[in-house]
Protein backbone atom coordinates (compact mmCIF):
# COMPACT_ATOMS: atom_id res chain seq x y z
CA UNK A 1 0.00 0.00 0.00
CA UNK A 2 1.17 3.49 -1.32
CA UNK A 3 1.41 6.37 1.28
CA UNK A 4 -1.10 7.58 -1.43
CA UNK A 5 -3.88 5.60 -0.51
CA UNK A 6 -3.92 6.18 3.13
CA UNK A 7 -3.72 10.41 2.41
CA UNK A 8 -6.39 9.75 0.07
CA UNK A 9 -8.57 8.27 2.91
CA UNK A 10 -7.50 11.01 5.20
CA UNK A 11 -8.52 14.11 2.72
CA UNK A 12 -11.80 12.07 1.59
CA UNK A 13 -12.86 11.95 5.52
CA UNK A 14 -12.73 8.46 5.86
CA UNK A 15 -11.76 6.42 8.93
CA UNK A 16 -9.07 4.12 8.44
CA UNK A 17 -7.17 1.52 10.19
CA UNK A 18 -4.28 -0.40 8.39
CA UNK A 19 -2.72 -3.53 10.58
CA UNK A 20 -0.83 -6.39 10.63
CA UNK A 21 -1.50 -9.53 12.87
CA UNK A 22 1.10 -11.31 14.80
CA UNK A 23 3.65 -13.80 12.53
CA UNK A 24 1.53 -12.32 9.52
CA UNK A 25 3.56 -11.25 6.51
CA UNK A 26 -0.01 -9.77 4.84
CA UNK A 27 -1.22 -6.20 5.70
CA UNK A 28 -4.84 -4.80 5.47
CA UNK A 29 -6.47 -1.32 5.16
CA UNK A 30 -10.25 -0.94 5.79
CA UNK A 31 -11.83 2.34 5.06
CA UNK A 32 -14.92 3.46 6.32
CA UNK A 33 -16.41 6.33 4.52
CA UNK A 34 -18.50 7.38 6.37
CA UNK A 35 -15.86 8.35 9.06
CA UNK A 36 -16.73 5.78 11.69
CA UNK A 37 -19.76 5.78 14.20
CA UNK A 38 -19.04 5.67 18.37
CA UNK A 39 -21.60 2.22 18.88
CA UNK A 40 -24.42 2.72 22.01
CA UNK A 41 -24.46 1.57 25.28
CA UNK A 42 -25.72 -2.17 24.94
CA UNK A 43 -23.88 -3.04 21.98
CA UNK A 44 -22.44 -6.37 21.22
CA UNK A 45 -19.39 -7.51 19.01
CA UNK A 46 -21.55 -10.74 17.96
CA UNK A 47 -24.26 -7.96 16.22
CA UNK A 48 -21.52 -6.17 14.49
CA UNK A 49 -21.08 -6.85 10.87
CA UNK A 50 -17.44 -6.78 9.56
CA UNK A 51 -15.30 -3.82 10.45
CA UNK A 52 -12.49 -2.92 12.78
CA UNK A 53 -12.88 -1.87 17.10
CA UNK A 54 -11.02 0.77 18.03
CA UNK A 55 -12.11 1.80 21.75
CA UNK A 56 -10.57 3.75 24.78
CA UNK A 57 -9.43 3.37 28.39
CA UNK A 58 -13.05 4.16 29.69
CA UNK A 59 -15.75 4.92 27.21
CA UNK A 60 -17.83 3.71 24.11
CA UNK A 61 -15.90 1.82 21.47
CA UNK A 62 -15.66 2.93 17.88
CA UNK A 63 -16.69 1.00 15.05
CA UNK A 64 -15.24 1.44 11.43
CA UNK A 65 -17.35 -0.36 8.75
CA UNK A 66 -15.59 -2.52 6.39
CA UNK A 67 -16.85 -0.04 3.37
CA UNK A 68 -13.35 -1.09 1.34
CA UNK A 69 -10.95 -3.33 2.54
CA UNK A 70 -7.62 -3.88 0.71
CA UNK A 71 -4.49 -6.47 1.85
CA UNK A 72 -1.10 -5.93 0.61
CA UNK A 73 2.11 -7.92 1.37
CA UNK A 74 4.78 -6.67 3.38
CA UNK A 75 8.23 -6.59 1.79
CA UNK A 76 10.89 -6.57 4.18
CA UNK A 77 12.38 -3.41 5.44
CA UNK A 78 15.33 -3.16 7.25
CA UNK A 79 15.32 -4.09 10.79
CA UNK A 80 18.81 -2.18 11.91
CA UNK A 81 17.00 -0.41 15.06
CA UNK A 82 19.34 2.87 16.86
CA UNK A 83 18.97 2.90 20.24
CA UNK A 84 17.26 6.42 21.25
CA UNK A 85 19.17 7.99 23.92
CA UNK A 86 16.29 10.02 25.61
CA UNK A 87 17.55 12.79 28.11
CA UNK A 88 15.64 12.32 30.76
CA UNK A 89 12.92 15.02 31.81
CA UNK A 90 13.70 15.17 35.33
CA UNK A 91 10.42 16.71 36.43
CA UNK A 92 8.47 14.45 34.61
CA UNK A 93 10.88 11.55 36.28
CA UNK A 94 10.05 13.22 39.60
CA UNK A 95 6.41 13.46 39.23
CA UNK A 96 5.91 10.37 38.05
CA UNK A 97 7.98 8.61 40.53
CA UNK A 98 5.71 10.73 43.50
CA UNK A 99 2.42 9.06 41.91
CA UNK A 100 4.32 5.83 42.26
CA UNK A 101 5.63 6.19 45.98
CA UNK A 102 1.59 7.37 46.49
CA UNK A 103 0.36 4.33 45.31
CA UNK A 104 2.56 2.13 47.06
CA UNK A 105 1.27 4.05 50.08
CA UNK A 106 -2.36 4.03 49.26
CA UNK A 107 -1.93 -0.04 48.42
CA UNK A 108 -0.33 -0.41 52.00
CA UNK A 109 -3.40 0.63 53.68
CA UNK A 110 -5.56 -1.34 51.14
CA UNK A 111 -8.03 -1.89 49.51
CA UNK A 112 -6.05 -1.51 46.42
CA UNK A 113 -3.66 -4.18 45.87
CA UNK A 114 -2.34 -2.96 42.19
CA UNK A 115 -2.83 0.34 40.36
CA UNK A 116 -1.21 0.28 36.87
CA UNK A 117 -0.14 4.21 36.60
CA UNK A 118 1.11 5.76 32.99
CA UNK A 119 2.58 8.60 32.07
CA UNK A 120 3.89 10.37 28.41
CA UNK A 121 6.25 11.52 26.53
CA UNK A 122 6.51 14.38 23.63
CA UNK A 123 8.82 14.43 20.76
CA UNK A 124 9.28 15.32 17.61
CA UNK A 125 9.12 12.97 14.87
CA UNK A 126 11.81 13.77 12.22
CA UNK A 127 11.41 15.13 8.78
CA UNK A 128 9.71 13.21 6.08
CA UNK A 129 8.02 10.78 8.46
CA UNK A 130 5.29 8.99 7.29
CA UNK A 131 2.68 6.49 8.50
CA UNK A 132 3.15 3.84 6.42
CA UNK A 133 6.50 2.97 6.12
CA UNK A 134 6.38 3.79 10.31
CA UNK A 135 3.56 0.34 10.42
CA UNK A 136 5.98 -1.78 7.68
CA UNK A 137 9.25 -0.81 9.62
CA UNK A 138 7.52 -1.62 13.32
CA UNK A 139 6.42 -4.57 11.55
CA UNK A 140 9.31 -5.99 10.36
CA UNK A 141 11.09 -4.73 14.07
CA UNK A 142 8.28 -6.86 16.22
CA UNK A 143 6.86 -10.14 14.41
CA UNK A 144 5.09 -10.97 17.61
CA UNK A 145 3.34 -7.97 18.09
CA UNK A 146 -0.11 -6.51 16.35
CA UNK A 147 1.00 -3.18 14.74
CA UNK A 148 -1.24 -1.00 13.55
CA UNK A 149 -2.31 2.50 12.83
CA UNK A 150 -5.91 4.35 13.13
CA UNK A 151 -7.29 7.56 11.89
CA UNK A 152 -10.86 8.62 13.13
CA UNK A 153 -12.28 11.86 12.37
CA UNK A 154 -13.78 12.28 15.39
CA UNK A 155 -10.82 11.65 17.48
CA UNK A 156 -7.51 14.21 17.29
CA UNK A 157 -4.78 12.76 15.74
CA UNK A 158 -3.44 9.44 14.25
CA UNK A 159 -2.95 6.55 16.21
CA UNK A 160 0.01 3.78 16.33
CA UNK A 161 0.75 0.89 18.46
CA UNK A 162 2.89 -2.33 18.35
CA UNK A 163 1.33 -4.46 21.09
CA UNK A 164 2.02 -7.86 22.19
CA UNK A 165 -1.12 -8.20 24.27
CA UNK A 166 -3.95 -9.96 23.13
CA UNK A 167 -7.29 -9.20 24.76
CA UNK A 168 -10.04 -11.20 23.11
CA UNK A 169 -9.26 -13.53 19.79
CA UNK A 170 -12.20 -15.27 18.56
CA UNK A 171 -10.15 -17.74 15.60
CA UNK A 172 -12.18 -20.47 13.83
CA UNK A 173 -14.21 -20.92 16.66
CA UNK A 174 -11.62 -21.23 19.42
CA UNK A 175 -11.36 -18.01 22.04
CA UNK A 176 -7.91 -16.58 23.17
CA UNK A 177 -7.25 -14.43 26.18
CA UNK A 178 -3.80 -13.54 27.77
CA UNK A 179 -2.37 -12.38 31.07
CA UNK A 180 0.88 -10.63 30.31
CA UNK A 181 2.66 -8.35 33.01
CA UNK A 182 6.22 -8.40 34.71
CA UNK A 183 8.51 -6.55 32.55
CA UNK A 184 12.29 -6.52 32.08
CA UNK A 185 14.80 -5.65 29.49
CA UNK A 186 15.23 -7.89 26.46
CA UNK A 187 18.99 -7.45 26.06
CA UNK A 188 21.45 -7.33 28.06
CA UNK A 189 24.30 -4.17 28.86
CA UNK A 190 26.05 -4.93 25.62
CA UNK A 191 22.74 -4.44 23.54
CA UNK A 192 22.59 -8.56 22.85
CA UNK A 193 19.19 -9.83 23.10
CA UNK A 194 18.65 -11.82 25.75
CA UNK A 195 16.66 -15.49 25.57
CA UNK A 196 13.67 -15.91 27.77
CA UNK A 197 15.49 -18.73 29.42
CA UNK A 198 17.60 -15.81 30.69
CA UNK A 199 14.96 -13.94 32.44
CA UNK A 200 15.05 -13.82 36.43
CA UNK A 201 11.55 -13.42 37.88
CA UNK A 202 11.25 -11.34 41.37
CA UNK A 203 8.41 -11.95 44.12
CA UNK A 204 7.14 -8.71 43.13
CA UNK A 205 6.72 -9.24 39.33
CA UNK A 206 5.48 -12.75 40.03
CA UNK A 207 2.81 -11.37 41.94
CA UNK A 208 1.91 -8.32 39.70
CA UNK A 209 1.24 -11.45 36.54
CA UNK A 210 -0.85 -13.50 39.45
CA UNK A 211 -3.41 -10.52 39.40
CA UNK A 212 -4.30 -9.99 35.83
CA UNK A 213 -4.65 -14.13 35.72
CA UNK A 214 -6.36 -14.51 38.54
CA UNK A 215 -8.55 -11.61 37.13
CA UNK A 216 -9.39 -13.69 34.09
CA UNK A 217 -10.17 -16.76 36.14
CA UNK A 218 -12.97 -14.63 38.28
CA UNK A 219 -14.32 -13.24 34.64
CA UNK A 220 -14.45 -17.03 33.72
CA UNK A 221 -16.19 -17.98 37.56
CA UNK A 222 -19.03 -14.88 36.95
CA UNK A 223 -20.04 -16.61 33.91
CA UNK A 224 -19.42 -20.33 35.53
CA UNK A 225 -16.83 -21.31 32.66
CA UNK A 226 -15.04 -24.25 33.97
CA UNK A 227 -14.03 -25.58 30.57
CA UNK A 228 -10.46 -23.60 29.78
CA UNK A 229 -7.12 -24.60 28.74
CA UNK A 230 -4.65 -22.32 30.94
CA UNK A 231 -0.85 -22.60 29.51
CA UNK A 232 2.06 -20.69 31.39
CA UNK A 233 2.74 -18.64 32.76
CA UNK A 234 6.27 -18.37 30.83
CA UNK A 235 8.60 -15.48 29.49
CA UNK A 236 8.06 -13.96 26.59
CA UNK A 237 9.99 -11.67 24.54
CA UNK A 238 8.45 -8.83 22.55
CA UNK A 239 11.77 -7.86 20.95
CA UNK A 240 13.12 -5.35 23.11
CA UNK A 241 11.11 -6.73 26.52
CA UNK A 242 10.64 -9.92 28.26
CA UNK A 243 6.98 -10.46 30.04
CA UNK A 244 5.08 -13.10 31.34
CA UNK A 245 2.71 -14.44 29.84
CA UNK A 246 -0.26 -17.03 30.79
CA UNK A 247 -2.80 -18.21 28.12
CA UNK A 248 -6.53 -18.75 28.69
CA UNK A 249 -8.20 -20.79 25.51
CA UNK A 250 -11.53 -22.26 25.02
CA UNK A 251 -13.25 -24.01 22.53
CA UNK A 252 -16.69 -22.61 21.47
CA UNK A 253 -17.55 -24.51 18.82
CA UNK A 254 -17.59 -27.72 21.23
CA UNK A 255 -19.14 -26.14 23.83
CA UNK A 256 -21.59 -24.50 21.44
CA UNK A 257 -20.55 -20.99 23.06
CA UNK A 258 -20.72 -18.30 20.56
CA UNK A 259 -21.67 -15.75 22.69
CA UNK A 260 -18.38 -15.75 24.55
CA UNK A 261 -16.61 -13.66 22.86
CA UNK A 262 -18.46 -10.86 23.61
CA UNK A 263 -19.57 -11.68 27.22
CA UNK A 264 -15.80 -11.84 27.81
CA UNK A 265 -14.78 -8.45 26.40
CA UNK A 266 -17.58 -6.73 28.92
CA UNK A 267 -15.80 -8.40 31.57
CA UNK A 268 -12.46 -8.09 30.76
CA UNK A 269 -11.78 -4.72 29.57
CA UNK A 270 -9.85 -3.07 31.38
CA UNK A 271 -7.89 -6.03 32.88
CA UNK A 272 -5.49 -5.68 35.43
CA UNK A 273 -2.89 -5.40 33.15
CA UNK A 274 -3.39 -1.92 32.34
CA UNK A 275 -5.70 -0.51 35.38
CA UNK A 276 -5.10 -2.95 38.56
CA UNK A 277 -7.24 -4.70 41.50
CA UNK A 278 -9.82 -3.91 42.62
CA UNK A 279 -11.13 -2.86 39.55
CA UNK A 280 -13.50 0.00 40.32
CA UNK A 281 -10.67 1.66 43.31
CA UNK A 282 -7.78 1.26 40.53
CA UNK A 283 -9.73 3.54 37.80
CA UNK A 284 -10.33 6.06 40.77
CA UNK A 285 -6.38 5.97 42.20
CA UNK A 286 -5.90 6.34 37.61
CA UNK A 287 -8.44 9.12 37.60
CA UNK A 288 -7.35 11.17 40.15
CA UNK A 289 -3.56 10.68 40.02
CA UNK A 290 -2.52 10.98 36.46
CA UNK A 291 -2.86 14.14 34.95
CA UNK A 292 -2.61 13.10 31.52
CA UNK A 293 -6.31 11.67 29.50
CA UNK A 294 -5.54 8.31 28.48
CA UNK A 295 -7.54 8.51 25.74
CA UNK A 296 -6.89 5.27 23.20
CA UNK A 297 -3.86 4.31 25.54
CA UNK A 298 -5.03 1.22 27.62
CA UNK A 299 -8.06 0.74 25.78
CA UNK A 300 -8.19 -2.40 22.56
CA UNK A 301 -8.51 -2.28 19.32
CA UNK A 302 -8.58 -4.76 16.41
CA UNK A 303 -10.42 -6.33 13.00
CA UNK A 304 -13.47 -7.63 14.32
CA UNK A 305 -15.58 -10.31 12.55
CA UNK A 306 -13.53 -10.32 9.43
CA UNK A 307 -13.95 -13.73 7.69
CA UNK A 308 -15.75 -14.58 10.88
CA UNK A 309 -12.38 -13.97 13.03
CA UNK A 310 -11.98 -11.39 15.90
CA UNK A 311 -8.04 -10.25 17.15
CA UNK A 312 -9.08 -7.58 19.89
CA UNK A 313 -5.39 -6.15 21.15
CA UNK A 314 -5.07 -3.98 24.38
CA UNK A 315 -3.84 -0.46 22.96
CA UNK A 316 -0.21 -0.48 24.51
CA UNK A 317 3.25 0.19 23.22
CA UNK A 318 1.21 3.27 21.46
CA UNK A 319 1.69 6.34 20.23
CA UNK A 320 -0.58 10.04 19.39
CA UNK A 321 0.49 11.32 16.20
CA UNK A 322 -0.48 14.88 15.57
CA UNK A 323 1.64 16.57 12.99
CA UNK A 324 4.84 15.85 13.81
CA UNK A 325 4.10 15.53 17.35
CA UNK A 326 4.20 12.11 18.52
CA UNK A 327 2.81 11.57 22.38
CA UNK A 328 4.17 8.26 23.25
CA UNK A 329 2.10 6.59 26.47
CA UNK A 330 3.83 3.61 28.56
CA UNK A 331 2.99 2.27 31.93
CA UNK A 332 4.03 -0.29 34.83
CA UNK A 333 1.82 -2.43 37.36
CA UNK A 334 2.40 -1.17 41.29
CA UNK A 335 2.37 -3.17 43.60
CA UNK A 336 3.19 -3.34 47.51
CA UNK A 337 7.12 -4.25 46.63
CA UNK A 338 7.34 -1.43 43.76
CA UNK A 339 10.66 0.94 43.84
CA UNK A 340 9.84 4.16 42.28
CA UNK A 341 12.88 4.51 40.07
CA UNK A 342 12.56 1.25 38.26
CA UNK A 343 9.14 1.67 37.48
CA UNK A 344 10.21 4.87 35.91
CA UNK A 345 12.95 3.14 33.71
CA UNK A 346 10.56 0.49 32.96
CA UNK A 347 8.19 3.42 31.37
CA UNK A 348 11.13 4.58 29.62
CA UNK A 349 12.13 1.00 28.06
CA UNK A 350 8.38 0.92 26.97
CA UNK A 351 8.28 4.52 25.23
CA UNK A 352 11.75 2.96 23.69
CA UNK A 353 9.78 0.00 21.70
CA UNK A 354 8.23 2.52 19.57
CA UNK A 355 10.66 5.32 19.20
CA UNK A 356 13.53 3.21 18.56
CA UNK A 357 11.99 3.01 15.26
CA UNK A 358 9.42 6.18 14.65
CA UNK A 359 12.64 8.45 15.78
CA UNK A 360 15.06 7.20 13.06
C1 LIG B 1 0.73 -0.98 30.86
C2 LIG B 1 1.65 -1.44 30.01
O1 LIG B 1 2.07 -2.76 29.99
C3 LIG B 1 1.32 -3.77 30.66
C4 LIG B 1 1.57 -5.03 29.94
C5 LIG B 1 2.68 -5.80 30.18
C6 LIG B 1 3.49 -5.53 31.30
C7 LIG B 1 3.12 -4.59 32.21
C8 LIG B 1 3.96 -4.31 33.40
O2 LIG B 1 4.98 -5.00 33.59
O3 LIG B 1 3.68 -3.37 34.16
C9 LIG B 1 1.83 -3.84 32.10
O4 LIG B 1 0.89 -4.50 32.90
C10 LIG B 1 2.28 -0.57 29.00
O5 LIG B 1 3.06 -1.07 28.18
O6 LIG B 1 1.97 0.64 28.98
Known amino acids: MGENSWEDG ?39 PAGFLAAPFIGLPYFLASDSLNSWTLTSVSTSINIVIDEEDSSKKQEFKSWVSSAIEAIKQGPLQKVVLSRTDVKELPAGFSIVAALEELAAAYPNAFVCAISIPAL ?16 DGVFRTISLAGTQSGVDDHGNALSPAQARWSQKEIEEQAFVSRYIIDCFKKIRLREYTELGPKTISTGN ?6 EYIVDTKAMDFPQLPGLMLGLLHPTSAVCGTPKQEAIEFILKTE ?8 GYLGPVNIGGNTHLFVN ?31 TQMKCQTLQRVLMQ
Open 291 to 298: THDRSMYS
Open 241 to 246: LLHLKT
Open 316 to 346: LRTVKITGNQAEFYAGCGITEDSDPEKEWQE
Open 156 to 171: AGVWMCATPEILVEQK
Open 10 to 48: ISRGSALAAWRLPHASEAFLLQDFQGGSQLAEGWNVADL
